[in-house]
């Protein structure tokens, strides 16, 4: 035991020290009000802040759903031009993968998980509250588009040459680029937070195997975004630069291929598929034990399928251009791998319904949305088979029957499991039961809805009738399809409107809700209804993967202080820092409290991304110069420091704060994040090879540009650097700080070096970065190494500065072994592109 036991007995038996502990811990964890909510940075307002604005999009996204099952509700309809047609039909898909469809599976997530793993927040709460303003700036920037009706009319997935100035003059294309890249900032920081969060902040003795099956769920699709979501936004960045700076990285002319969008687009968008569907399906194998009064049948088999689904899902991309002309062994792979995917889905599936069929399965209203989830799923599997084969696929690509197939996917694969979830937690977030009758009546009607509309699309596909035409001919035998297929539509807007209408009644008129209504088995019903900010006033031991049906008096006794960390008096907010594995407690964190700097520094980012739009270049510049200034202005605001945690004391017994420590989650943050900076270096390098053995009229020099000395001697100053970050880090692991500050201004003048060395090469190799692909993929590469040297030089004197000031030391040893990941990254990288821009092609050739 790490608390003391004479402590604990004595919490437990004193109800009025428990209720003092309530108040610290209000005091401490407690939301301000007024302007200052802007501050907050809890996960639990955090995550209802998230959805709340996804379902504000989601209404958005609706409404252009409406307008286009209107237009083509009769044939040789005016109702809408062709040019606004396209433009909401581009923007009813992009309301509803970026800004609807995940950000809205986040907040749950960012809601949920602390709660079920025993957490009293994540592990990075204001880059969760950076993460949401970017969301919402990024939302707002790109849907105001549409009021200057300038909104992008490619379509969703925003295809070159039709996004290229050429085709696209205007500023849509530049609204979808630069506003959707800013929306992924926000899914990262999601990614990065609940990665580290579910490994390293489980309350202690929840080991991984007994993590509850959403956590699982949740954790592969953290997995997925941070190594997924890359390739977009290296796509997003290359053709903006086309398009603003003329760089050729699409045009075939200049030695690009537009295909290259095709596979950066669709490296993203098949995971993404997947990162949408499972945390849908970690709803529903959260609620089906719960309703079938039973634990799961297979625990190990879902995490097995978890874990294959989100493996094979990258292996998948391609066959989303079954039609562009690749070659037919590559066909062949990614039509195999497309079936295979199915296997993990099937496992998943017969789990459900073995729990279902061992259990005494209960129709309660949330169920219900989960059996309609299994029919609409299983068929839209079904479909995705079909679709899986080369050979019908070609015969129906680009047809209503893909975008049949796609609506039965994502939403009868997401939407339902969501609506469910949300019915199922309503009591947690509001302390209220939702009507059974107006939920059934808002559930029939989408249902019914749903398939009125898209099982009919699969015919008038099979019919040939072509997806994106705004308007048809009578004569076409699809006449009445669509209008049936638009009754449906509206039926379905029915049902939704109905759902939202009982969900805000309840919050006014639903019955009070008993502890624990459902009976479930997982720690988030230990809470109060509502929760407090903090969750839990004591942080449990757990060594089962259901604790509440094992112990039904564990909510009471954590109430009580009996637990962990049932203190308040230092004034800090903490948790338990915990093994990955295990879930042993190896630290004590220490959170950031409320903080205004993710506000500005997301303010200041979207100053940035209208500067951009607007090509107020010097304007946009000042901005991101801002923009590093409050972030770097955040980060000075750790460890050590007054406002983070000036002094190390901790209850006796209790392990120590994690800013003392040299392995604190910090470490593991700055981990995964490099892990999806090299997800964005891979793609880069993917280009480029791609381009250098695929672009018809690529063109390499005889010699290379870059001067490989120049680019050797820059190297040689990097890995300096990095060498004397490393020994210093090394002697921190020692306890000894002697001559730290000196190593960290040494790193800082060798990555100064590097960059000048760098930028010498740079503007001595004459790039036309305007005329070949080539030279701009250069610039590109160069750029990136040069950025990150110029991180790590800023961050390397930041903390040669933050040992002065007695922050960073043998008494405070975290923060350097953090920026020392960033140092090897950087050492490996500049390698990596030293050895692919300047010696391969000098011993391949061009």
């Known amino acids: 035991m790490i608390t003391l036991d004479s402590d604990v007995t004595r919490h437990g038996d004193n109800p009025e020290h428990a209720n003092q502990l309530h108040s610290d811990l209000n005091e401490i964890w407690g939301n301000p009000r007024g302007l200052k909510a802007l501050t907050i940075v809890n996960h639990t307002t955090l995550g209802l802040r998230f959805m709340l604005t996804g379902m504000v999009f ?22 809408m031009s062709p040019d606004i047609y396209n433009q909401v039909t581009t923007m009813h898909g992009t309301v509803m993968m970026f800004l609807f469809a995940i950000p809205i599976l986040e907040g749950l997530a960012i809601y949920m998980i602390p709660k079920m793993i025993g957490a009293r927040d994540l592990v990075c709460p204001r880059l969760t509250s950076l993460g949401y303003w970017c ?14 009706e300038m909104a992008p009319n490619s379509g969703w997935f925003m295809y070159t040459p039709l996004s290229s100035n050429e085709y696209s003059p205007g500023l849509g294309s530049d609204f979808w680029l630069l506003g959707i890249t800013f929306v992924e900032i926000s899914a990262l920081s999601a990614g990065v937070e609940l990665t580290v969060s579910i490994l390293r902040t489980r309350t202690r003795g929840m080991a991984l195997h007994k993590m509850p099956l959403f956590a699982w769920y949740i954790l592969a699709m953290a997995l997925m975004i941070v190594v997924g979501f890359p390739p977009l936004i290296l796509g997003s960045v290359l053709l903006e630069l086309e398009r603003a700076a003329g760089m050729p990285f699409f045009e075939v002319a200049g030695g690009g291929d537009p295909i290259l969008w095709q596979h950066l687009f669709w490296l993203f968008g098949h995971p993404e598929v997947y990162i949408i569907f499972l945390p849908a399906a970690g709803i529903v194998s959260t609620l089906i034990p719960v309703f079938a009064g039973r634990p799961m049948v297979g625990y190990g088999w879902v995490v097995f399928a978890i874990i294959v689904t989100g493996f094979i899902s990258f292996g998948l991309w391609v066959h989303h251009m079954f039609t562009v002309g690749i070659p037919q062994l590559a066909q062949a792979f990614f039509s195999a791998a497309s079936m295979l995917v199915a296997v993990p889905t099937a496992i998943q599936v017969f789990v459900w319904l073995a729990t279902l069929w061992l259990g005494k399965p209960k129709l309660k209203l949330p169920m219900l949305w989960i059996v309609g989830f299994l029919v609409i799923f299983v068929c839209g599997g079904l479909t995705g088979v079909m679709l899986a084969l080369v050979p019908f696929n070609w015969q129906v690509h680009d047809t209503h029957f893909v975008v049949a197939h796609m609506h039965y996917v994502l939403v009868g694969g ?10 199922y937690w309503l009591p947690l977030f509001s302390g209220r039961m939702p009507s059974e009758t107006l939920g059934k009546w808002g559930f029939w009607l989408t249902f019914i809805g749903f398939n009125t509309t898209f099982l009919i699309m699969h015919w008038t596909g099979l019919m040939g ?8 001919e009578t004569g076409m035998g699809w006449d009445i399809y669509n209008l049936i297929s638009s009754v449906g539509g509206f039926i379905l807007s029915a049902g939704i409107a109905m759902m ?3 969900i805000a009644l309840h919050f006014r008129f639903g019955k009070p809700a008993p502890h624990n209504p459902w009976n479930a088995g997982t720690l988030e019903w230990a809470n109060s209804l509502p929760p407090s900010a903090y969750n839990f006033i004591s942080l449990p031991t757990v060594e089962t993967r259901h604790p509440l049906w094992d112990n039904p008096d564990l909510p009471r006794t954590m109430a009580e202080g009996q637990h962990g960390l049932p203190v308040a008096g230092h004034g800090r907010r903490e948790m338990w820092g915990s093994d990955p594995l295990t879930g042993k407690v190896r630290e004590t964190i220490h959170l950031p409290g409320n903080s205004w700097w993710p506000f500005f520094a997301a303010l200041a980012l979207a100053v940035v991304c209208i500067s951009l739009l607007t090509s107020v270049y010097l304007l946009a510049g000042i901005a991101v110069i801002v923009s590093a200034f409050f972030l770097l202005r955040w980060s000075w605001e750790n460890g050590a420091h007054p406002k983070a945690a000036p002094d190390a004391e901790v209850k006796p017994g209790d392990p120590p704060l994690h800013s003392r420590t040299m ?6 943050a700055m981990s995964i994040t490099m892990l999806a900076n090299g997800s964005f270096f891979l793609s880069y390098l993917f280009g480029w090879f791609y381009l250098w053995t695929v672009s018809p009229e690529w063109r390499m020099p005889d010699t290379s540009p870059l001067s490989l000395v120049g680019l050797v001697a820059a190297g040689v100053a990097l890995t300096a650097g990095a060498l004397i970050a490393q020994k210093g880090v090394q002697r921190l692991r020692q306890q000894s700080d002697k001559g730290l500050a000196i190593g960290m201004f040494g790193s800082s003048a060798l990555g100064a070096i590097q960059i000048a060395v760098t930028v010498w090469v740079l503007l001595n190799a004459n790039l036309e970065v305007t005329e070949t692909t080539h030279d701009a993929v250069i610039m590109v590469g160069l750029l990136y190494v040069l950025l990150h040297a110029a991180l790590g030089c800023v961050l390397s004197l930041l903390q040669g500065l933050r040992v002065g000031y007695g922050y960073v030391g043998a008494h405070a040893p975290f923060e350097p072994a953090v920026v020392n990941i960033l140092w090897r990254y950087n050492v490996v990288t500049f390698w990596i592109v030293v050895g692919a821009l300047a010696v391969l092609p000098r011993v391949i050739g061009s």
Do not use: E, H, K
């Open 58 to 79: 989601f209404l958005i996204g609706g409404m252009l759903a409406m307008l286009v099952r209107t237009q083509l509700a009769f044939p040789d309809q005016d109702f």
């Open 135 to 148: 969301y919402l700036f990024g939302g707002i920037i790109l849907t105001f588009s549409l009021v200057l």
């Open 465 to 472: 009738m072509p997806r994106r035409i705004y308007s048809y």
């Open 663 to 668: 392995d604190g989650p910090g470490l593991w």
């Open 500 to 502: 939202l209408v009982d």
């Open 414 to 423: 997401m939407f339902f499991p969501l609506i469910g979830g949300l019915y």
